[in-house]
Every structure is written in C-alpha cells, then in structure tokens.
C-alpha cells in the first residue's frame, strides 16, 4: 500500500481530496484521464506520496468543480503536507463543526482526555452543552441550536472501536451548569456513559490538591496506522502537537492524572453521589 501522510495537515489534505473526488461521481480513472494523468499519479497524490505541483493539484481540483472555499483550504494544506505542529486560528469563535478534530476523532483508536472545567463534549447532553454556549459571549446567540447539534454528532465517534478515557476534576462535577435540574442529567449520563465497556471516566478529587493537570485542558489521539496527536483548544484557536519530546510531555502529566485521579468505580461512586 502507498505510504500515507505522516501530519495532521497531510491526512486532512488527503481524505479532502478523496471527498472531492467522490464527490464529482465519476471514477478515479475517469478523474485522472480527464487531467492527463496516469491513476497511479491521482492515488499517490490521495495517499501522501506527492508526485504533483500545486498548479496540477489546482487544475484537478478544477475538473472536480471543487467548490472555492475547498479548494483554497485543500491548496493551503497541499502547501504544507510535510510541516509538523499546526495552529488553527479561528476568528471570533471556534468553528460549528472542527473538522480536523472531528475527523481525528472519527478514526482514533485512544482517547484520553483531561477537562479541568468542564465536561467533555462527547459526554455532553444537549442542555448541558447549550449552557455552556449560551454562556460564552463569542457565540452567536442565533448559531447556539446549530452548535448543540454538532456537538452532539460527534458522539457517534465514542464507540466499541475507540478505547477512550475521560479524566474531570471534581469541581466540573460541582458546578451547575444550566442549573441543578440539568446538571443532575449532566450527571446521571455520565454515570450510565461511564458503564460502557470502552468509556472510562476519572475524577480527580479536589482534596489532592495540586496535580499534574494545572496547565490546562488536552486531548490525546493515538490511530492504528499514524503517529498519535495532542490537540489543545483555547478561545479563538486550537494548537495540534505532533512532535515526538512534546507528545513525552503530555503522556508523563496522563500518567500522574492516573495515579492521581479515583479509579473508574470511586469515580461512578462519586458522581452518583453529587448527583443525589
């Protein structure tokens, strides 16, 4: 098989361009005669083994009707395949959908996760998660149902084939988001998440006191095939860590969050018990 892209900008370039291709509903030889080009030359191009100039990538994109603001970011990335370490900057607010995010969490094989304030978003119920955005200034009051919706279409990827671990402090557990009403739910679905056989979920105690996880939240991916990923997000932008010394870093502070935080039944204990 061909080699495929080793960066995050290299696989979200190659499965764009393999949507891009599918999506004009005719073969890939088709596509590639219509280029002049040998198939061979098309699949290296998908799978990361280049073998094509941005102007030839652009004439492609061309013959599919690639609509402009996907060529452009398929150009963008095309620019960058090979670059290691990539920050995403938003604008006003995060993205409805974050499409390198998602698409990496589609595809993991781990997950570990560490939110200090609040619940993940794959283990969000709805009125949780419309609290949470209702609450931040930098969302459109009119995109919030939108957001609740996407956000909740990103659970179909905790599934039996990803073995995922979600660590929480306890305060994200004590806080009312949306009310007492709502968290109680927030919490009792955590609870009945937390039974599934590929979900674990972790609570640091507030009485530990300091812990390895005072630098912020982080998500940490590992796939069958490529290079794990660490994605870090803040307000207006996300920071993807691919190289190896600071991937080192992020598995030593999951290490002590283990050592740290209740086991999974102290855990499903506690919450339980905070959720009355």
């Not at 604008?91 to 781990?110: D, F, N």
């Not at 056989?197 to 507030?206: A, E, G, L, M, N």
Request: a neutral charge.
């Amino acid at each position: 098989m061909p080699k495929r892209f080793s960066t995050v900008r290299g696989r979200e370039f190659g499965d764009g361009l393999r949507a891009a291709i599918a999506a004009t509903g005719m073969t890939a030889r088709r596509v590639a005669e219509l280029a002049d080009w040998q198939e061979a030359k098309l699949s290296d191009l998908v799978n990361g083994k280049g073998g094509a100039t941005e102007l030839e990538l652009a004439v492609l994109l061309g013959i599919c009707r690639t609509p402009s603001a996907e060529r452009e970011h398929l150009l963008t990335l095309f620019r960058a395949t090979n670059v290691k370490g990539w920050l995403q900057e938003h604008g006003a607010a995060e993205p409805i959908l974050p499409r390198t995010l998602v698409q990496h969490e589609a595809t993991a094989k781990t997950l570990v996760s560490w939110q200090p304030l609040v619940v993940h978003g794959m283990l969000q119920v709805p009125d949780y998660t419309r609290a949470v955005l209702g609450a931040n200034p930098n969302v459109p009051q009119d995109e919030v149902e939108e957001r609740v919706e996407a956000r909740a279409a990103r659970k179909e990827a905790l599934r039996p084939g990803l073995k995922a671990t979600f660590y929480l402090h306890e305060s994200v557990l004590r806080t009312p988001v949306g009310g007492e009403e709502v968290m109680r739910a927030q919490l009792r679905h955590l609870e009945q998440v937390s039974k599934r056989p590929y979900v674990v979920v972790r609570v640091v105690p507030t009485s530990m006191g300091a812990h390895a996880g005072h630098s912020g939240p982080f998500c940490l991916l590992r796939f069958h095939k490529v290079e794990p990923v660490v994605f870090v997000e803040s307000e207006n932008a996300s920071l993807i860590i691919e190289a190896p010394l600071p991937l080192k870093s992020y598995d030593a502070v999951v290490e002590s969050l283990a050592r740290t935080a209740l086991d999974e039944e102290q855990s499903r204990s506690l919450i339980k018990d905070i959720a009355g």
